[in-house]
T-cell receptor, first 113, second 112 residues
């Protein structure tokens, strides 16, 4: 079975540019999560969706970050404009709910120069 | 609020030695507990989970964990560590309110 698929795996861009990260959750999973991982702050939950609806976006660092889930099989995380401090690994995960394990993608390693 | 604590930031063990990684949680009801492993450059992979029943749960790669309600702990163990076990390990707790909390992780180094 296909797991959570994220693209791109790596992204290098200059500050000020728009960055779009993509995620395809596991089919049938109704929860989708976006995380950011850095050495300094560890694994941070940015936002999560239930049935394509954003439930908690309190972890989104600022207005430059936005996330959408137009349908059950696709989500995007957008940063506009990007800044060097946004450099991190961004993970997408999906699950069947809080009592069920989350399944992670391989992440997108983002470098903002 | 729920929380997860992994007291050890980094642990070093010799190959073939036993391993125990600590995890403590704070939660009012019976928690749903998980251990994940993250190898360099990869996402988190589920090792094992505890929902109810037998407090000793078996996972993949020879790992096991024991739920101790009295100590609010869910420690991960392995009898004999292999060099390929070097990775970051995360404990997590979930609840029926669809909240999910990760610990800060423990980095494991295995020396020959």
């Amino acid at each position: 079975d296909a797991g959570v698929i994220q693209s791109p795996r790596h992204e290098v861009t200059e500050m000020g540019q728009e960055v779009t990260l993509r995620c395809k959750p596991i089919s049938g999973h109704d929860y989708l999560f976006w995380y950011r991982q850095t050495m300094m702050r560890g694994l941070e939950l940015l936002i999560y969706f239930n049935n394509n609806v954003p439930i908690d976006d309190s972890g989104m660092p600022e207005d430059r970050f936005s996330a959408k889930m137009p349908n059950a099989s696709f989500s995007t995380l957008k940063i506009q404009p990007s800044e060097p401090r946004d450099s991190a690994v961004y993970f997408c995960a999906s699950s069947l709910g809080g009592t069920q394990p989350q399944h992670f993608g391989d992440g997108t390693r983002l470098s903002i120069l | 609020a729920q929380s997860v604590t992994q007291p050890d930031i980094h642990i070093t063990v010799s190959e073939g030695a036993s391993l125990e990684l600590r995890c403590n949680y704070s939660y009012g009801a019976t928690p749903y507990l998980f251990w994940y492993v993250q190898s360099p450059g990869q996402g988190l992979q589920l090792l094992l989970k505890y929902f109810s029943g037998d407090t000793l749960v078996q996972g993949i790669k020879g790992f096991e964990a024991e739920f101790k309600r009295s100590q609010s702990s869910f420690n991960l163990r392995k009898p004999s560590v292999h060099w390929s076990d070097a990775a970051e390990y995360f404990c997590a707790v979930g609840d029926t309110g669809n909240q999910f909390y990760f610990g800060t992780g423990t980095s494991l180094t295995v020396i020959p």
